[in-house]
């Protein structure tokens, strides 16, 4: 498949998007990151700090830990994974953690690790692009060789159309046939979060969708489609929990003054599923 950066480079932008929320958090270190990429970006688009966006991504951020220990994975490829803090938490714990990014993002990341003083030999930032093999294949060497892995991805395949979504899946199962282990993401989450997401956060969608290209045909419509699409290419979903099982672990509703019960209704819709190769 040829592949375009200059068309998903517009998908990197919603990175910074996913990081000022989250200093809403208890999150280790998301101040401090967050600050470092403010001061590399210098101005940031006031249209990309959505504060309220922090209940999602504190749910998401602490389900797919949840999974992660209960996987006990000590080896995680995470593609797209920004400016979250997840590598850097985990790596200085001893797991080996590989994150992949557009080069724009990737360079941004590694100068943001190195001054907040996160940088470690057991975290790597990679340039390359999920749809590429090639591009990052190299970068697999940094795990070792008869110890699963987890393949993470939270926020990148909504922007992917369902031929690169595709594409993406049969990268993912070149890594997991290689390395045995699970893929692990939330960008399964059906079609419908989105009317949960436009009354929690009127013209999210429709400022996200002006800059990277309206996504809503690129959505799941329920979970039958989920598991129809994927088992076409190789996988079975074995597990599949919902945002809202975290609610009494978020931070963010507290201190952003939404009630429990606003809370829930934000994330009810939105889900975390595991997959495995048949």
Do not use: C
């Not at 079609?191 to 400022?207: I, W």
């Not at 809202?244 to 952003?256: A, F, G, N, T, V």
């Amino acid at each position: 498949m040829k592949v375009n950066n200059d068309k998903y480079e517009k998908i990197s932008q919603t990175a910074i998007l996913t990081s000022y929320p989250l200093i809403f958090t208890d999150i280790p270190h998301e101040n401090e990151v967050f600050e470092a990429v403010r001061g590399d970006f210098g101005e940031i688009d006031s249209e990309l700090i959505v504060p309220r966006l922090a209940v999602e991504l504190e749910a998401r951020r602490k389900l797919i830990d949840e999974y992660l220990d209960a996987g006990g994975f000590s080896q995680v490829l995470e593609f797209a994974a920004g400016y979250g803090t997840r590598g850097a938490e985990r790596s200085v714990a001893g797991a080996r953690y590989l994150e992949l990014d557009l080069p724009s993002v990737a360079e941004r990341k590694r100068r943001v690790l190195d001054k907040t003083g996160l940088a470690n030999e057991n975290l790597r930032v990679a340039s390359g692009n999920a749809l590429s093999f090639e591009t990052f294949e190299k970068d697999l060497e940094f795990f070792d060789e008869g110890k699963p892995v987890a393949v993470v991805n939270g926020g990148l395949m909504r922007y992917l159309n369902f031929e690169e979504k595709a594409e993406y899946a049969r990268n993912v199962r070149r890594v997991l046939e290689r390395f045995g282990g699970s893929w692990i993401t939330s960008d399964v989450t059906p079609k419908k979060f989105l009317k949960v997401q436009n009354e929690a956060l009127p013209n999210f969608n429709k400022t996200i969708s002006g800059r990277t290209g309206d996504y809503t045909d690129n959505m799941f419509m329920s979970m039958a489609h989920v598991e129809e699409f994927f088992g076409e290419l190789g996988f079975e979903v074995v597990a599949v929990r919902k945002f809202s099982e975290m609610i009494d672990k978020l931070s963010s509703p507290e201190r952003l003054g939404i009630s429990r019960e606003e809370a829930v209704g934000m994330i009810e819709r939105a889900i975390v599923v595991e997959m495995r190769l048949k």
